[in-house]
């Protein structure tokens, strides 16, 4: 897993380093390691321009020690001091000394209209709100031209922390950040202005907390993700019970459905007035047209995508939530509890809620621009995993843990992908996963998915749910190849 941390566990981990290495030996191996990344962004040194954004802090100082190193290996280098006077003084000299030049704000257009890269050290870890106005003039200009953006530790005008831009902020292809990926990178608006993200290392490790925030790698979703072997049965894999869709809108019980059987194909129960539909589309489920009682026993319900917000469907809805099981609550079942939240609240049995921003809302706030506070509060609230969507899905356990999710593309905003994710995640809840790593497993293979599905064009939701098979191989790291030989 990939650890998140906040700007205050990085100085805390620095600190030691600071006072145990030589004075500078921490920005030295920053600066180096930027370098780096650079020229391997840029393809060339000799030949190549690239221009400094510099402002008064270490985020400078990174900038203009990385910018002495360009200019050793034959790029020409111009910095632009926002603050002439505060800019970091070794690394000013170590510029000089190594060729490149400074210059002020009033003369950076010129610089930054033929640059190759532009790098933004503008502000990092040390900075708060949006972007100030000289700084937002040298960054528009920047983001006219046509230069690599590449920003130091964090865009500048990012909140590190949180993702949150409030203003204007350095809008970045790729941020190379040092020592450990900070939230604000992956979540909210700082994903979008970071671009890729490269990390690299100063010797921080050992000096981090554990992290209160993690995105999974595939390999941490395969690694929830067991096999069958020879002594399963179609049980023991976990048998999934979903009440989604309705007699006119059968369209989310068999997503919902389809999503389940094909994410982990032991056994879906599907109870609900969508039945005809379902029965239709999967002959693999168990379908009733009644209540969930009568649907058979289960390890895990998924309740809401598409069901009404009716009576019947609050009595529908409470019988699943009496159940001592992990229950998934989606869609028309978020916009009730909304109205009930002690359902919630007096459950014992782990429960998982999969709002947007719009069902999010309903709940009592926006969840504004710090994504993984809002996902926090309302998972501490009602003691509840919350799995809240987005292009960067974050999933918060109700003591605080948080997942990111890594993977996804914006062709996922289309129609009934939501209720795929549900059928994923109820599938995984229903293998005995603890809720918060079922919900971020579930995100993580369906943003996987619709990577894949993304590669052959536009899709829509059935799509999504045809790619889950090769998704998981995929995640699993397996490659299409031949059948072993039945000879030995
Ligand atoms: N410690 C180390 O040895 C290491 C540190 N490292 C590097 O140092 C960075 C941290 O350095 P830092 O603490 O000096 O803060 P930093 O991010 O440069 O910001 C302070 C400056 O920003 C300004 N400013 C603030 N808000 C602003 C805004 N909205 N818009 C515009 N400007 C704004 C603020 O202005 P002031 O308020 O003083 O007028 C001040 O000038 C860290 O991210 C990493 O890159 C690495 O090399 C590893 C070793
Ligand atoms: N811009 C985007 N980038 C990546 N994923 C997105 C984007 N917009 C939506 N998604 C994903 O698509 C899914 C949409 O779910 P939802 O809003 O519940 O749709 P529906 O109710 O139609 O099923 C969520 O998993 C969400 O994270
Ligand atoms: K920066």
Redesign the pocket.
């Known amino acids: 897993m990939i650890g998140l941390f906040t700007a205050a566990e990085i100085r805390a981990a ?1 600190a030691p380093l ?1 006072a145990a290495l030589p004075d500078g030996a ?2 030295q191996r ?1 600066a180096t390691g930027l370098a780096t990344v650079c020229l391997r962004l840029l393809g060339r040194a000799h030949g190549a321009r690239a221009t400094l954004l510099v ?8 900038a203009l020690f990385a910018g002495a190193h360009l200019a050793r290996r034959g790029v020409r280098v111009t910095a632009v001091l926002l ?1 002439p006077d ?1 800019a970091h003084a070794g690394g000013r000299a170590a510029l000089v000394r190594a060729g490149g030049r400074m210059v002020d704000p009033s003369a950076a257009g010129a610089h930054l209209n033929r640059a190759d890269l532009v790098l933004d050290g ?11 106005p000289d ?1 937002v003039a040298v960054v528009d200009r920047a983001a006219a031209g046509p230069a690599l953006m590449v920003a ?3 865009p ?2 990012v909140d590190a922390d949180t993702g949150a831009v409030a203003g204007a902020a350095f809008p970045a292809t790729h941020t190379v950040t ?1 020592g450990a990926v900070k939230p604000g990178l992956v979540v909210g608006e700082g994903r979008a202005h970071a671009g890729e993200v490269h990390l690299v290392g ?1 010797g921080l490790e050992e000096h981090l907390p554990v992290p209160g925030a993690w995105q999974l790698t595939d390999a941490d979703a395969a690694g929830r993700l067991p096999l069958p072997d020879a002594g399963d049965d179609k049980y023991s894999q976990g048998v999934v019970g979903v009440v989604a869709g309705s007699s006119t809108y059968p369209g989310a019980g068999v997503l919902c459905t389809g999503a389940a059987l094909r994410t982990r194909p032991g056994l879906v129960r599907y109870a609900g007035t969508a039945a005809d539909g379902v029965r239709a589309a999967w002959p693999e489920a168990i379908v009733t047209d009644g209540r969930p009682s009568d649907a058979g026993r289960v390890q895990a319900w998924v309740v809401g995508p598409g069901m009404g917000t009716d009576d019947d469907a609050r009595t529908v809805l409470a019988e699943v939530l009496a159940t001592d099981l992990p229950v998934l609550a989606d869609a028309d079942a978020l916009t009730l509890l909304a109205r009930e939240p002690g359902l919630v609240r007096d459950r014992r049995a782990p429960t998982v809620l999969t709002p947007h921003d719009g069902e999010f809302a309903r709940f009592g706030a926006e969840p504004g621009p710090d994504r993984i506070g809002a996902a926090r509060r309302l998972a501490a609230d009602l003691g509840a995993v919350v799995l809240l969507k987005g292009d960067a899905t974050v999933v918060a356990a109700p003591g605080g843990t948080a997942f990111v999710n890594a993977t996804g593309t914006p062709w996922l905003a289309t129609a009934g992908t939501g209720d795929v994710l549900s059928g994923i995640a109820g599938a995984l809840l229903a293998t005995g996963l603890p809720a918060a790593e079922a919900a971020a497993v579930a995100a993580h293979l369906h943003g996987r998915a619709g990577q894949l599905a993304a590669a052959g064009g536009p899709f829509v939701a059935g799509d999504l749910v045809r790619h889950l098979p090769a998704t998981i191989n995929r995640v699993r790291g397996f490659r299409p190849g031949g059948l072993p030989d039945s000879e030995p």
């Open positions: 620095e600071l921490l920005m920053a402002g008064a802090g270490g985020n400078g100082g990174d603050a505060r503008i502000v990092g870890i040390g900075g708060s709100g949006g972007l100030r700084a130091v530790d964090v500048s005008g040092f100063i």
